[in-house]
């Protein structure tokens, strides 16, 4: 077979990447300005910033390896309906 005919069920695995450092920081920098708009000042604090920017990069780093874990068929797809 040729490189154009290839068998359409061999697939390539796709590798997941988390998101650069900076993109995480500014989205987090973003939802903390948009909370104290709406909510109040005191999501413009150093505490709640470092607090949610931590939460935001442990959930990133789990959604990274569980979609590289299920890209590697060690998981199943999860099928909501």
Do not use: W
Not at 51 to 59: N, S, Y
Not at 62 to 79: A, C, M, T, W, Y
């Amino acid at each position: 077979m040729s490189a154009t005919n290839r068998p359409i069920s061999k697939q390539r695995r796709v590798v997941y990447y988390p998101p650069t450092d900076k993109t995480i920081e500014d989205y987090a920098r973003a939802v903390c300005f948009e909370l104290a708009n709406c909510k109040g000042k005191e999501y413009l604090s150093t505490e709640v910033f470092q607090g949610f920017l931590g939460f935001v990069r442990v959930a990133v780093a789990i959604q990274v390896k569980h979609l590289n874990r299920q890209s590697e068929g060690v998981l199943k797809p999860i099928i909501v309906k």
